[in-house]
């Protein structure tokens, strides 16, 4: 039997699955996590600590029709500047709740588009942050780029405010598939911005690219990667295209006819991630490559990789807090998310007090759970060791569940005195083995496909 023909009788190809970038996952968050309890675990973190911040800016100056993301479109910097000020007073509560001497191993501003910010408001925003959190020796201040909505002046003060390392979203370059994305972004336009950036003497630059887009082929993609690889990132996500048009009707812009099947998926993956390999990267998880000398790819090799919401990542802080409409944070008590409406979020805030409106607070075998399919998605094996000096739990009862998994998946998976591990032409298969020790009810959230 083919890897492909075993692939599909394990049910790859049909498959809807969590990324897992938590655990548990978002849709089984709920009411009972508000306010209160999130300043409680604010408080709870230690003085002298490192903590984590992400800042959501969710606004767009178009809405990318591929993009599933919170975000909303706007024409005017006028709900962009004050939505800044929310963003400040945000930061203002967090800082009155903090322990001295709390530091930022990680800052990083995402979206939507942070970089529809001025410059001058970039300036006094990341002013704000620091004057609340600094920033620990070595940390690092990251900032997602849109080409098509940065300039000279804004990356100066970027630069200028500390960013270390930009984020640039590909995508595609090829043009058929940019317009029916409903992203338009030339390579050209894509080179000038990553030569901006390095000769402001930022020297980490990521990218991100999809595959599984409409109209896509073997050869196209590969032209995009060899297009991509010209600019030398230092770490790409390859993500899978999520059609997922139930949450997010812009998607139903996408010629539904021009999608590649699940079996196409999987070869554009495998044709773009030979290319990625071939040319030096190291593979990452199940989606993202580093160069060796980067700091996510050192994580990989010393089995400190993590992951969070924002993907794979080499941050070892134990909280994330994330400000903004829409931000989850997650600390070692549970998850906390803020409310997603940017009305809601800043009602709150102007009222006092933080937006949170749902979250999770974790039991002890979600605890253990979250660590088991992390090992999974970052390290592709389960140590059962590991598992057994950290959690309550008896070797017969984590022997069961290891053994759940090898009935399931077969030659698939291999289970021995150590644990249990994912080979390599396995791999395609990660998120679905994850979900094997998943105990929440996955069968009523619509997920993206597995490949």
Not at 248 to 272: G, H, K, N, V, Y
Request: charged share 20%.
């Amino acid at each position: 039997m083919t890897i492909e023909s075993q692939l599909m009788r394990l049910g790859l190809f049909d498959a809807r699955v969590p990324r897992y970038t938590s655990y548990p996952t978002a849709p089984h968050f709920a009411g009972g996590v508000g306010p209160e309890t999130f300043v409680q675990w604010i408080q709870a973190i230690p003085a002298q600590s490192e903590i984590s911040l992400y800042l959501h800016v969710p606004f767009c100056r178009r809405l990318c029709w591929f993009c599933a993301c919170r975000t909303q479109g706007t024409s005017s910097d006028t709900p962009v500047l004050a939505y800044a000020k929310v963003l400040k007073a945000e930061i203002a509560l967090l800082k009155r709740h903090l322990a001295p001497g709390v530091k930022l191993s990680r800052l990083h501003w995402g979206g939507g588009t942070p970089t529809l910010l001025p410059a001058d408001c970039m300036r006094d925003l990341a002013a704000t942050v620091f004057e609340a959190v600094p920033m620990a020796e070595g940390a690092e201040f990251s900032v997602e780029i849109d080409p098509n909505e940065i300039d000279a002046a804004r990356l100066d003060a970027l630069a200028a405010a500390g960013m270390n390392r930009a984020s640039i979203g590909v995508q595609d370059f090829d043009p058929e598939i940019q317009k029916a994305i409903g992203r338009e972004q030339s390579y050209e336009l894509t080179k000038q911005v990553a030569d901006m950036i390095r000769d402001r003497g930022i020297k980490s630059l990521n990218a991100d690219i999809l595959y599984g887009l409409p109209f896509q082929t073997n050869e196209r993609i590969a032209d995009s990667v060899q297009k991509l690889l010209t600019l030398s990132p230092d770490r790409v996500a390859l993500y899978g295209y999520a059609h997922v048009p139930w949450m997010s009707r812009r998607q139903q812009m996408i010629p539904s006819d021009a999608m590649p099947t699940p079996q196409e998926r999987l070869a554009l993956f495998e044709t773009a991630r030979q290319l990625f390999v071939w040319d030096g990267y190291d593979e990452i998880g199940i989606d993202h490559f580093a160069r060796p000398e980067d700091g996510m790819a050192k994580a990989a090799k010393a089995g400190t990789l993590r992951r969070n919401f924002q993907g794979y990542t080499d941050d070892t802080a134990p909280v994330l807090v994330g400000l903004g409409a829409s931000s989850i944070s997650r600390f070692p008590q549970g998850f906390a998310q803020n409310a997603s409406g940017t009305a809601d979020h800043t009602r709150a805030i102007r009222e006092g007090h933080f937006s949170t409106h749902r979250g999770h607070v974790f039991t002890p075998d979600d605890v253990m759970r979250a660590r088991i399919i992390e090992a999974l998605m970052c390290d592709f094996r389960v140590n059962r060791e590991e598992i057994l000096s950290h959690f309550a739990v008896t070797p017969e009862a984590l022997q069961a569940m290891f053994r759940a998994a090898a009935d399931t998946f077969g030659d698939m998976v291999t289970l021995d005195d150590t644990g249990l591990a994912i080979p390599p032409h396995a791999r395609p298969l990660t998120r679905m083995v994850a979900r094997a020790f998943d105990a929440y009810d996955q069968s009523k959230a619509k997920h993206s496909a597995a490949i």
